[in-house]
């Protein structure tokens, strides 16, 4: 007769409102762009035009990925004369996404 080990559950003190926040959290940074977005803007804030360069995809790709970014509140931007500058709204997810990359490559 084998025995299987009980599934970890959340911690009483763990509410599931942090699990789903942290949920959506991962799935707004689910895709390959969204990713190079936020591991460029975690040098500084760039233009979209910067960010094309970067990463090697197109205006509108780009621009679509950033507005999933800035609905999930992990990307913040300013208008600067005629253009918009990205940044991130804290550098909390930068570590994430740079932390996974690193695992990603060992």
């Known amino acids: 007769m084998t ?3 009980p599934s970890p559950a959340a911690p009483a003190n ?3 409102r942090a699990l789903e926040a942290a ?3 991962l799935k707004a940074l689910a895709s390959p762009v969204r990713l190079g977005i936020v591991r460029e803007l975690s040098e500084g ?3 979209v035009h910067e960010l094309v360069t970067a990463l ?3 205006q509108p790709l780009v ?3 950033l507005r999933v970014l800035r609905n999930s509140r992990i990307v913040t931007a300013r208008r600067q004369a005629r253009e918009i500058q990205y940044g991130l709204t ?3 997810v930068a570590h994430i ?3 996974a990359i690193r695992h990603a490559q060992e």
């Open 45 to 47: 804030g760039k233009y």
């Open 23 to 25: 949920s959506d959290l």
């Open 97 to 99: 996404v740079l932390d």
């Open 3 to 5: 025995t299987t080990p």
């Open 90 to 92: 804290d550098d909390h």
């Open 14 to 16: 763990e509410p599931i």
């Open 63 to 65: 621009s679509q990925h």
């Open 56 to 58: 090697g995809v197109s």
